[in-house]
């Protein structure tokens, strides 16, 4: 079973989450006739649809760089709605906490998988090749003892 990357798995479950909150705000920005509905909707749904297409890019080159840049858009997004309307505050407080969720998803993700590479090779266990077990958890079979 290959080892997959904790910042990929946290960052693709954030962006999850955070597709469903972005379609979400956007219906709450069509009923407040934030905009006309045409540019409210084409909007909304194209940053929606990212956010559902982007854990596919994640761990490729490139793919944290285009997470980065898609928070950035949803906070200068929040803050243009904010000055359009007083209401629009809530989505700054909305970008700030998923902003905030990226940064920990990011560090703590990098971080478990670091350890993760330094435990596999102080146990002599390839990382490339997730296969091999350590004797730790090796079963041994009657086959493998003749």
Do not use: C, H
């Not at 700030?96 to 920990?104: D, G, P, R, Y």
């Not at 490339?128 to 003892?145: A, H, M």
């Amino acid at each position: 079973m290959k080892n997959r990357s904790t910042q990929r798995t946290l960052g693709s479950m954030l962006l999850a989450f955070q597709s469903f909150v972005v379609f979400f705000g956007t219906l709450v920005a069509f009923g407040m006739q934030f905009g006309d509905s045409a540019t409210v909707w084409g909007v909304g749904f194209t940053l929606s649809v990212i956010a559902i297409v982007l854990p596919g890019i994640l761990g490729r080159p490139g793919g944290y760089l285009i997470g980065w840049l898609f928070q950035a858009a949803l906070l200068s997004l929040s803050i243009f709605i904010a000055t359009l309307n007083g209401v629009g505050v809530f989505y700054i407080i909305l970008s700030i906490i998923f902003l905030s969720l990226w940064i920990w998803a990011m560090l703590a993700g990098s971080t478990i998988d670091a350890a993760r590479v330094a435990w596999q090779k102080a146990n002599g266990i390839d990382p490339n090749n997730p296969d091999g077990q350590p004797e730790v958890f090796r079963i041994e079979t009657d086959s493998e003892e003749k």
